[in-house]
């Protein structure tokens, strides 16, 4: 049980909680406070078109929160617009998307006016803007430590206890011009696949509240699809990152350890090196991604970080053909109707494009699922059993492998290392053997999936044991109740795979974006996003 800091009695984690919640709408200013009689109902499912149609925002308001990060920065860095209305304008926007969705767990929006009018003064003073992501608003995960903001990552044990500098990566990022306003929603110890948790409860998929977001960065999916962020940044430890963009229907990039920074950033489970922990970006267009990325190599994040590798941000010339293995399904999960309409679609524009596609056989998919899955138990669940137990804080439904766990001892975990390099070793050979510039598969078997019904992270944990580089990307087609009929012929691989394809409701799930994940090799960042670029000239 926690203690309170003033008088040192006991607290819960429900009053914690409670408290957590009081505090962060109270940090919302009142002229940003939705009134009661313009909030849309509980019922309507879609509220992506509400700060349009509500007439609550001001239409300077709308015009700067319509444009993406790689349209807003020319125009900071001209002077064509002030970053202190970029800014307010987010925050409002910010502040509206949190009360529909429940989408952030911080704010900060007095140090971001600050940042943003030193940099307006900066550049009335000079001309020039403070570098590359001048004045730019951008939001953070709840994991990013920002100095005096808490960062609970969905404990209560961690309320109360603000982060005493700024991550690495914050540093780098406010020193290349951005702005920090807000960070976002996770799930308890970032190790549920959904955005929920017992301190902030549940982030909502804006365009279908009924759905999830997707997690663990899943409250900057539901914020930059509200188009409260032009530009957010999460992290990804078994499909982190790409889960929510595809619950959403925006981009992402999973990058190899090594290219962006992660000291002092606060883990969900500390000293877990199994598989690494990595952040990338998540925002609406593939642009958007590719300016973030650079920006931070071009920061040289390796004197920042001593895990960060001096690899600078490299061109990268495609041939004009490429040589794509397409995987149907990974062995274990078919995916649902719409997401193999999807990917047989692509692929099928792809091979008119003049691409040579070659199928993927999913023979190691299972082995690096499994190896994932013990990897992350491999404390027994001990890292966050303490945690919770601080408060008395429950364990949340979804996590019910942690609570059944076996702690691993030394020698069974450097056996598992061994299994894991044996892995990564067989599965370069046969990618090296087959030719290919990139692999293209589903990033979930969904297009996303009510509240509460997350399953099968296989698509997307493989390439963390392989810690290879991977782009979630929308593709353009949404999902077609009159068309997205599972196949008569369908036979299940498994009893998730049937449970999963049975739950599958096209009515719900009419009108969604479908996305599908490019995975290129280890430190292949620029070459995933190029190959990104050229699938999507395709597709459209």
């Excluded at 995975?519 to 292949?524: D, M």
Aim: with cysteine.
């Amino acid at each position: 049980m926690a203690i309170s800091k003033t008088n040192g009695t006991p607290v819960s984690w429900k009053q914690l909680g409670e408290k957590k919640r009081q505090d962060l709408l109270s940090s919302i200013p009142k002229e940003w406070l939705i009134p009661a009689d313009l909030l849309p109902s509980e019922s309507q499912d879609d509220v992506t078109t509400w700060p349009e149609s509500s007439g609550w925002f001001t239409q300077e308001e709308l015009d700067i929160t319509s444009l993406t990060a790689a349209e807003l920065v020319p125009r900071l860095a001209s002077g064509q617009l002030k970053s202190e209305d970029v800014t307010k304008a987010f925050c409002k926007r910010a502040a509206a998307a949190h009360q529909l969705t429940n989408c952030l767990a911080e704010t900060c929006f007095d140090r971001a006016l600050t940042t943003a009018r030193e940099r307006d003064a900066y550049f009335a003073r000079t001309g020039k803007p403070v570098g590359p992501l001048h004045g730019l608003p951008i939001s953070l995960k709840d994991n990013f430590n920002l100095q005096g903001l808490d960062a609970t990552v969905g404990f209560a044990s961690h309320v109360g206890y603000p982060a005493k500098s700024d991550s690495a990566l914050a540093a780098l990022l406010e020193d290349a011009g951005a702005v920090f306003y807000v960070k976002t929603n996770v799930p308890t110890a970032m190790m549920i696949a959904e955005t929920v948790n017992n301190v902030f409860g549940r982030t909502m998929n804006p365009r279908n509240r009924q759905t999830t977001s997707g997690g663990s960065s899943g409250g900057e999916s539901a914020l930059i699809v509200m188009k409260g962020s032009p530009l957010g940044v999460g992290s990804d430890i078994g499909g982190s990152l790409r889960i929510p963009a595809a619950c959403t229907g925006i981009f992402t990039l999973r990058p190899s350890a090594g290219r962006f920074p992660v000291r002092n950033c606060r883990s969900g489970m500390p000293g877990q090196e199994a598989v690494a922990s990595v952040n990338g970006p998540l925002a609406s267009t593939l642009h958007d991604i590719e300016l973030y990325s650079k920006s931070v190599v071009d920061g040289k994040p390796w004197l920042r970080d001593p895990k960060c590798l001096p690899i600078p941000w490299r061109t990268v010339e495609l041939p004009t053909k490429l040589r794509i293995a397409v995987m149907w399904h990974d062995s274990m999960v078919k995916p649902t109707a719409p997401v193999a309409r999807a990917l047989r679609e692509t692929a099928r524009k792809l091979e008119a494009a003049g691409h040579e596609l070659i199928d993927w056989d999913p023979v190691d998919q299972k082995q690096g699922n499994d190896l994932l899955a013990r990897m992350f138990v491999a404390d027994g669940g001990i890292a966050i059993k303490k945690e919770l137990e601080r408060t008395g804080e429950p364990w949340r439904p979804e996590m019910e492998a942690y609570t059944v766990a076996k702690e691993l001892g030394t020698y069974e975990m450097w056996q598992m290392h061994l299994e894991r390099t044996e892995f990564q070793n067989r599965y370069l050979d046969r990618w090296n053997k087959a030719g290919i510039d990139a692999l293209l598969c589903p990033t979930i078997p969904f297009n996303t999936v009510k509240n509460g019904k997350f399953q099968h992270v296989g698509y997307t944990g493989v390439y963390n044991v392989l810690d290879y580089s991977a782009i979630s990307f929308a593709t353009g087609f949404s999902v077609d109740k009159n068309v997205d009929k599972t196949d008569p012929s369908y036979e299940p691989l498994g009893p998730i795979c049937k449970a999963i394809n049975e739950e599958f409701d096209a009515e719900t799930m009419h009108g969604l974006p479908i996305s599908l994940q490019l995975v290129a090799g280890r430190l292949e960042e620029e070459k995933v996003i190029a190959i990104g670029k050229r699938v999507l000239e395709v597709l459209a």
